[in-house]
């Protein structure tokens, strides 16, 4: 994905800001947790962001060390969120909030089939892995905004 000359540039940059973002929510995700468990899944999901922040400054199409790079954040990125989510929802089902732990499990159980079903590296194998992340993001989102002290 990306590597296309052309559009490189405009995914790559979608990458590094989509990790930003991602980055910050992590942070308001930790400072919220309460328990371990939750703290080590959002430091887990920090992680994550980071390594998707790294695929946008290490493309493919980049000079030979950022390139060489490039599979290492990608396999940190797709690894980091299934684990982060077993903890984070292990984490959950700890603090009482069950439906929601069993959702972020199977969300990184959702996250890790797509690799060994198609046995291969695509662009639509990296989007269906992807998916899981991003339903858990505004679920989660949501539940901190619902939490968050009204002003």
């Known amino acids: 994905m990306g590597a296309a000359v052309g559009s490189d540039l405009a995914f790559n940059s979608g990458l590094i800001v989509g990790g930003i973002f ?24 920090l992680i994550d962001a980071i390594s998707l922040m790294g695929i946008g400054l290490c493309p493919m199409t980049a000079a030979s060390i950022l390139s060489q790079s490039h599979f290492y954040v990608s396999m940190t ?13 292990a984490g959950a089902i700890r603090a009482k909030s069950r439906m929601f732990g069993l959702l972020t499990i199977i969300l990184g ?9 198609t046995m291969s590296i695509n ?5 269906i892995a992807v998916a ?5 993001c505004v679920v989660q989102g949501v539940m901190l905004y ?6």
């Not at 328990?35 to 999901?45: E, K, S, W």
């Not at 159980?109 to 079903?117: D, R, S, T, V």
């Not at 619902?146 to 002003?151: C, D, L, N």
């Open 22 to 45: 991602a980055i910050i929510f992590a942070i308001g995700l930790l400072i919220a947790q309460k328990g371990i468990l939750g703290r080590i899944g959002a430091v887990m999901f």
């Open 77 to 89: 990125f797709f690894a980091m969120f299934p684990l982060a989510a077993f903890v984070l929802g």
């Open 132 to 136: 899981p992340v991003l339903v858990w």
């Open 146 to 151: 619902r939490a968050a002290p009204s002003k």
């Open 123 to 127: 662009a639509t194998t990296e989007a």
């Open 109 to 117: 159980i959702i996250a890790i089939l797509p690799w060994p079903i």
